[in-house]
């Protein structure tokens, strides 16, 4: 049926939409609990790491500096099985679900470790909390990547931001910055309920990244059963 692109689409936006969410929860868990780095803001801990060189503090480099390293490592296994977007390419391609995957394995050994270490945690367990965290955000950020969309991201999302109050200045009609709002609204969101596990439902704080995780997949792996011939047929 010809309306079921654009519904595919606004689909792909809410699960994207979930993503985001998960990275604002991840994000304040890392900041709040794992040593006070992010998980995914690589620009803030590259600040932290100029910071703790400047400063003179060695533990925050080692915080900082192995929270980018593992997200480094996380784009990299995360582009190799999520791909680079194709032209033909369905809404949603197959390899981003396994991409999703990936990143869902990673925060089961998150909640394993967790869980095991949570009466008492010493910083060792934590700055290893934080790298496992990392590198799953390194993966997802690599698997939304595959949609080859510019401007669609869940993890960096400065850009985001910019774009938005740059539609606003110009007078963009709503409809078209309502993703925008959206994806921040979700990051801010998921941020602010992260915290307030964190800091009064710590044992529940994993549930935050691998329950949205699971439903995208969830959701996305009978989007992807749609033969691509038959997605891009539609786009034509």
Do not use: C
């Amino acid at each position: 049926m010809p309306g079921d692109k654009p519904d595919l689409l606004r689909r792909r936006h809410a699960l994207v939409v979930v993503l985001t969410f998960l990275t604002g929860s991840a994000d304040a868990l890392g900041f709040l609990s794992l040593g006070g780095a992010f998980a995914s803001v690589m620009t803030g801990n590259m600040v932290l790491l100029g910071l703790s060189a400047g400063r003179g503090e060695a533990e925050l480099a080692l915080t900082s500096g192995s929270a980018i390293v593992s997200f480094i490592a996380g784009v990299l296994g995360g582009a190799r099985l999520a791909g680079a977007a194709q032209p033909d390419d369905p809404v949603w391609p197959r390899r981003v679900t396994g991409a999703l995957v990936l990143e869902l394995l990673v925060f089961v050994v998150f909640l394993v470790v967790w869980e095991v270490d949570l009466p008492n945690r010493s910083e060792h367990v934590d700055l290893t909390l934080l790298m496992l965290s990392a590198a799953a955000l390194g993966v997802q950020s690599s698997a939304v990547q595959r949609f080859g969309v510019p401007g669609l991201s869940s993890t960096y999302l400065t850009g985001t931001l910019t774009s938005l109050i740059a539609g606003v200045a110009a007078r963009k009609p709503w409809h078209s910055l309502r993703p925008k709002t959206h994806v921040l609204l979700a990051l801010m969101g998921g941020a602010a309920v992260g915290a307030l596990v964190a800091l009064r439902l710590p044992a529940l704080a994993p549930a935050l990244l691998i329950v949205p995780l699971g439903f995208v997949i969830a959701v996305s792996a009978r989007m992807a059963e749609k033969p691509s011939s038959d997605v891009n047929a539609r786009r034509s």
